[in-house]
């Protein structure tokens, strides 16, 4: 069983950075996808990033293309999310997880971590 834990979120003003990481227990994630996704209140879960066992193959939602940079390291068993030029729409919940390959689709997710609060300001 792999247990993901979300860390880095806060409070931010427009146009600033924050650097999420999402660290596992219980198994490597070397032969993992990780993804990235997020929940606003009163919203579905949206896709947000995700990159493939290679760290070559990455893919990213439309709104977030150009701002942010999903990346992972192996031999720490943890991915990142560096997230740039935010702006008070990206505010949510954001989650990340791992499958056995690269998908917009989460259910093709098979592990979550319980998420960390992002809010950006105006």
């Known amino acids: 069983q792999v247990q993901l834990v979300e860390s880095g979120g806060g409070l931010v003003q427009a146009g600033g950075s924050l650097r999420l990481s999402c660290t596992a227990s219980g198994r490597p994630l070397s032969s993992h996808a990780m993804g990235w996704f997020r929940q606003a209140p009163g919203k579905e879960r949206e896709f947000v990033a995700t990159i493939q066992w290679s760290d070559i193959d990455t893919d990213y939602a439309d709104s977030v293309k150009g701002r942010f940079t999903i990346s992972r390291n192996n031999a720490e068993n943890t991915a990142y999310l560096q997230m740039n030029s935010l702006k008070p729409e990206d505010t949510a919940v954001y989650y990340c997880?791992?499958?056995?390959?690269?998908?917009?689709?989460?259910?093709?997710?098979?592990?979550w971590g319980r998420g960390t609060q992002v809010t950006v300001s105006s």
């Open positions: 997880a791992a499958g056995v390959r690269r998908a917009r689709d989460d259910r093709l997710y098979a592990y």
